[in-house]
């Protein structure tokens, strides 16, 4: 855990809203947290809940910062970046 805290965050952001396959969810979870990604976005964080994304992304979704953002309101969260 405290390597984990010291890793410096990279200005990255993966978005992943309109992946809606859970073990590729899970993956992204686990390459964000292996590449320190700032954030993940996906279109619900319930996804944390499902037992096929917990097994696929490990612990990676206890360490990652991670946002919800639906379709209705990604062009709005991207433009809020921009």
């Not at 917990?54 to 990604?74: F, G, P, R, Y």
Request: one cysteine or more; proline letters at 2%; glycine letters at 2%.
């Amino acid at each position: 855990k405290d390597e984990v805290e010291k890793r410096r965050k990279q200005s990255v952001i993966v978005v992943a809203t309109y992946v809606d396959k859970l073990p590729n969810l899970g993956g992204l979870a686990r390459t964000s947290e292996i590449f320190a990604v700032d954030t993940l976005v996906v279109r619900s964080l319930q996804v944390c809940r499902d037992q096929v994304f917990k097994s696929t992304s490990v612990t990676a979704d206890e360490w990652i910062n991670m946002k919800e953002v639906d379709e209705m309101h990604l062009p709005e969260y991207l433009q809020q970046l921009k």
